[in-house]
């Protein structure tokens, strides 16, 4: 899978706040799809989905041990993510550097400051 692609799979799969769920979950350590359902009003098909959705995109991998298949998390395309808005960082520093600008220079207002 090219770079582009694994981007695009890890934001497609991070999009949807059940999957960050589970992602944060399995930061935690490995488990089980019935243990990452518990928390979640939804199906197991359901969350099975997801799952498959967040394996597609190799965040998480699954193996088999006896009757389970034990979920872990898969932080590589994550570094990928946490790379590609790295080189957008130098952007939000300027802007939150001229907005520390703007506020150092603001005066209060009359009744703002006073206890």
């Known amino acids: 899978m090219s ?3 694994t981007l695009d799979a890890a934001f497609a799969a991070l999009a949807h706040p059940t999957r960050r769920a589970i ?3 399995l930061a935690k350590g490995e488990a089980t799809v019935n243990e990452l359902a518990a928390p979640f009003e939804m199906s197991l098909p359901a969350i099975s989905k997801h ?3 967040l ?3 190799n965040l998480i991998r699954r193996r088999r041990e006896a009757q389970f298949r034990p979920c872990t998390l898969n932080a590589e395309p994550l570094a990928a ?3 590609w808005t790295d080189e957008y960082r130098h952007i939000w520093d300027a802007r939150f550097d001229a907005l520390d600008d703007i506020i150092k220079t603001m005066k209060p207002t ?3 400051g006073h206890d």
């Open 3 to 5: 770079s582009a692609q």
């Open 110 to 112: 009359e009744g703002e």
């Open 81 to 83: 993510v946490a790379a």
């Open 23 to 25: 992602l944060a979950r």
């Open 55 to 57: 394996e597609g995109a």
């Open 51 to 53: 799952i498959r959705v």
